[in-house]
């Protein structure tokens, strides 16, 4: 038990004063689009990952990185820290990292353009957080729901996106 008493200490020594869930609540947002192209055509057009700023309509910014795993990405102005953690063929996962003053959430989002057929695919978009950081429930509910709907349109963009001529 002498660890357990000294791990507060440690993080705080070592400048880890981010909350910590005692009891982490992870949540996983599922969502996914058809698309009437092949994945490969529309990973070349959504894929990249600034490609971002164009179907989420934000400011992107490679601040590290040559694109692939471990590159940085710096969005809305900085406000956002993105590091892909995971990159394959045809998709990509990244974390955000821990802010200072922030409760850390554990905030991961994954896309994939996902093969149906020579002619069509489905982009997938998941997301994962520790809900547990959100003061009371109606928080909790408020702050998925509106991350869900956002990142239905950010799919509706991409959908467009790959599918114009």
Known sequence: MKTLRLAPALLLM?????????????????LEIDIAKPAAEVWAKVGDYCDIGEWANL??????????VGTVRSLAGGRVT??????????Y?????????????????FMEARPVDAGASKMLYT??????????????ESDL?????LFEGVLKNIKEIAEAP
């Open 14 to 30: 070592f400048g880890c004063t981010h909350t910590l869930a005692a009891e982490p609540e992870y949540v996983t947002i599922k």
């Open 59 to 68: 400011e992107c910014v490679i601040s590290a990185g040559d694109g692939g």
């Open 82 to 91: 993105e590091i892909m953690v995971a990159q394959t063929e045809l998709s």
């Open 93 to 109: 996962g990244y974390t955000q990292p821990v802010v200072e003053g922030t409760p850390y959430n554990l905030y991961h989002g």
């Open 127 to 140: 997301l994962m957080l520790d809900a547990s950081v959100y003061p009371d429930q109606a928080t909790r």
């Open 145 to 149: 729901e509106r991350r869900k709907t």
